[in-house]
């Protein structure tokens, strides 16, 4: 079974541009490795979620965040497949995104893990941590999620709060892509070495 690697952070911080970078960094070190994100809007739920950041549904906190561990669920067989026939499984976004935007938005912890209970567990959560405001001017077009920057400053606070309490890696990403990636990889291998999996240098 392979290691679970949840790449995690506020939008835009970069996480989709870092899992794709570590992949390729792991492959080239002759580490079976492969990736996956979350949502997966292709999916009958990742569908609904689709249109529920896009502001056509207006469902409570508590639903939105029920479809974002469905979605999960959905992909369950995937995920542990992939585990299966890798040696290294990274993960944009993960069970992460919901405990930290949902205890943002005031609904109780306990609850939102007991959402995921059941799920393949991350054995490794980096969290890329960079200022909200310094990331407003990416990506276009929003969904509400990423127009509301008092939302993203607060799940930055709870990002943090949570790391303190769950044991996750904050990783500054404020530095840009190619700092910030080294960072990742100086992390993860010394990860991957206390699991016996020795990283070759270049």
Not at 42 to 50: H, L, R, V, Y
């Amino acid at each position: 079974m392979g290691i679970l690697v949840d790449i995690e952070g506020v939008d835009a911080v970069g996480k989709r541009t870092q899992s794709s970078l570590i992949t390729s960094w792991l492959r080239s070190k002759n580490i079976n490795s492969n990736s996956i994100s979350f949502p997966d809007y292709k999916t009958p739920i990742g569908n609904e979620i689709s249109y529920y950041l896009a502001g056509s549904r207006d469902y409570s906190p508590q639903v939105g965040h029920m479809l974002y561990a469905i979605n999960r669920w959905e992909k369950k067989n995937e995920v542990e497949n992939l585990l299966v026939d890798s040696d290294v499984l990274i993960v944009n976004r993960y069970s992460a995104s919901n405990y930290a935007y949902g205890t943002a938005k005031g609904l109780n912890l306990e609850w939102l893990m007991n959402l995921e209970e059941g799920l393949p567990r991350p054995d490794l959560v980096l969290v890329l941590d960079a200022l909200p405001e310094t990331l407003i001017s990416r990506r276009e077009p929003k969904d509400k999620y990423e127009k509301n920057l008092d939302l993203q400053k607060k799940v930055r606070e709870t990002y943090l709060e949570l790391s303190r309490r769950l044991g996750w890696r904050v990783v500054n990403a404020e530095q840009g892509i190619s700092a910030t990636n080294q960072l990742l990889v100086t992390e993860l291998s010394k990860f991957l070495a206390a699991r016996g999996i020795k990283v070759r240098s270049s």
